[in-house]
């Protein structure tokens, strides 16, 4: 009799464990294009009109990560969520051409005003990252 309440424990401990191992599938929401703009400083194109598949999540920094990764394109950035500030692109860095210079993110052609580690896209959007001086 003691065995029957020592096997169930272990066998919803099994379960417990097992639930806790699965992720959850996120919804593919459909595709995005993102460009990587260096003209600015004569470094062309990083990348141009790459698509990426949107998950139900996705931010701006998801799919420029997974768009740089993708093409083995070093990103560097810091912070997190609304604090997330992507530091440089393809060894091309803030402050590399003066005080003011960066990198900016455009959706469809907007400039954005929230941080690309929560600014959440939709089917069809269109990121621009362009690396600025001033």
């Known amino acids: 009799m003691k065995k029957i309440p020592v096997v169930l424990m272990i066998v919803l401990l099994f379960l417990g464990l097992l639930s806790s191992c699965t992720q959850k ?4 929401k459909g ?3 993102i460009t990587i703009d260096a003209t600015s400083v004569d470094k062309g194109f990083i990348l141009t009109d790459y698509t990426v598949s949107l998950n139900e999540t996705d931010t701006v920094f998801d799919v420029t990560f997974s768009a740089c990764k993708d093409n083995n394109i070093l990103m560097s950035s810091r912070g997190v969520s609304a604090a997330r500030y992507v530091e440089g692109i ?5 402050f590399d051409y003066g005080p003011m210079s960066g990198w900016v993110f455009y ?3 907007e400039s954005a005003s929230k941080s690309s580690g929560v600014y959440e896209l939709k089917e069809g959007d269109v990121v621009r990252w362009e690396y600025v001086t001033e």
Request: glycine share 0%; hydrophobic share 40%; net charge negative.
């Open 90 to 94: 393809a060894d091309l860095y803030e």
């Open 31 to 33: 595709k995005i294009t």
């Open 25 to 28: 599938v996120l919804e593919n």
């Open 107 to 109: 959706v469809n052609e």
